[in-house]
């Protein structure tokens, strides 16, 4: 058994645990919190294909490390998950790789949508957690443009009760603002090329289809006010509209650009500051219902390239929960509205049955996001430096304590 001596619930609220483990640990929790084991909604570990950036052996490390023991991997690897057989040969390698290191790491695959392999998605509908739709270019080939394939994605994922998770940028208006824009080729380009009304059009036509179809819909990385207005209005309907945003939404904004350069690069991009109190305010009213993570990890020589070349996404898994917790202590968000997007809504609506796992976190620990220290392995974070109150300290998974250092 793993027994915790004088932990804290988020109520204050001193208490003594036992948790069924083939190991007898004691753990003296004083000044501990206890948090549900976290649920990553949202993490490309890159595996098969893309090993340099990442794999489950160094990924499932850094999920410890911040916190977290479920995880939903995105099917934009090399090859992409896009067949049965391919899905079947992306469990054996994480399987081989999590036995590797020893940590049990419970994990969901999204499947994804293209439009040569539809006939797939009722095969494997028992298997994934749900399927992926990039209805705008990303990191990879996988990308729906048409309306054909779109309406025709939504309504199989609706007959076979499965959700669908849209990256919602438009590509037709993409590729448009892309060809319209006459400014420097900088990094802070990405942000008005991918501008908020690529974003803003593609989740209203994601309702649209969801409004048709009654399909689930899983809306990722939100990042604006005018997307949150629609979210809002869905749900407000009685539409099955849930919501994500990621940390670097939250806590990162255009001004970055400068200091950051391309490690700033990400899709959607980092929006104006003023967004970020629309989107604490849609957390606290219920319109977010999730944060994800986004962890996508590239190589610091494939993130130094100039724009045109340098490839979207920024590592996030070790530094998500910090980074809520510190927003606690600024007062902007409640520790049960940290549990609700990091455990609680997931669990509710991607159907996760409970278990026992938790992470005991040290509020009042204060440390700086320090690179060498990162478990990724891409070895960096866009809040290198970063001076922030509230750290995880032990994580508990399938009754094994791993202790973060």
Not at 16 to 33: C, F, N, P, V
Not at 224 to 242: D, R
Not at 289 to 302: K, M, N
Not at 378 to 394: D, M, R
Request: aromatic share 6%; with cysteine.
């Amino acid at each position: 058994m793993i027994h915790l001596k004088n932990a804290q619930t988020i109520d204050g609220n001193v208490i003594d645990l036992s948790i069924q483990s083939s190991d007898d640990i004691t753990i003296k929790a004083d000044g501990l919190t206890i948090l549900p084991g976290l649920i990553d909604p949202h993490v490309h570990f890159r595996t098969p294909g893309l090993e340099h950036k990442e794999d489950w052996r160094t990924a499932a490390k850094a999920a410890i490390a911040g916190g977290y023991t479920t995880v939903f991997d995105m099917p934009n690897t090399l090859p992409p998950t896009i067949t049965e057989s391919r899905l079947k040969d992306k469990h054996a390698i994480i399987n081989a790789q999590l036995k590797e290191i020893g940590i049990p790491l419970r994990y969901q695959l999204f499947f994804g949508a293209d439009k040569q392999h539809f006939n797939q998605i009722p095969l494997v509908a028992k298997d994934v957690i749900g399927i992926k739709v990039f209805m705008g270019c990303s990191t990879g080939d996988l990308v729906i443009d048409d309306d054909e394939s779109l309406h025709a994605v939504f309504e199989i994922a609706a007959k076979n009760n499965l959700i669908v998770a849209v990256h919602a940028e438009d590509e037709h208006l993409l590729q448009e603002s892309k060809a319209n824009y006459k400014g420097p080729m900088t990094y802070a380009a990405h942000s008005v090329i991918r501008n908020i009304e690529v974003a803003r059009t593609a989740v209203e036509k994601a309702i649209s289809l969801t409004r048709k179809y009654g399909t689930r819909l899983y809306i990722l990385h939100v990042s604006s006010k005018p997307e949150l207005a629609l979210i809002k209005s869905a749900k407000q309907e009685g539409l099955p509209v849930f919501a994500e945003t990621t940390p670097h939404h939250l806590f990162l904004d255009e001004s970055n650009y400068e200091t950051l350069k391309g490690r700033a690069v990400v899709n959607p991009p980092l929006r104006l500051s003023e967004h970020h109190i629309e989107l604490f305010n849609a957390i606290h009213e219920g319109i977010i219902d999730t944060i994800g993570s986004d962890h996508a990890p590239h190589t610091l020589h494939e993130k130094e390239k100039p724009y045109g070349q340098c490839p979207s996404g920024m590592p996030g898994i070790e530094t998500t929960l910090p980074l809520l917790l510190n927003a606690y202590h600024q007062n902007l968000l409640l520790l049960q509205e940290i549990i609700s997007l990091t455990s609680e809504r997931a669990r509710k609506i991607f159907h996760l049955a409970e278990n026992d796992d938790m992470v005991l976190v040290d509020l009042n620990k204060i440390k700086k996001v320090d690179e060498s220290k990162l478990k990724t392995k891409c070895g960096w974070s866009p809040f290198a430096g970063h001076e922030l109150k509230g750290w995880p300290v032990y994580t508990i998974l399938e009754g094994r304590c791993y202790t973060i250092d």
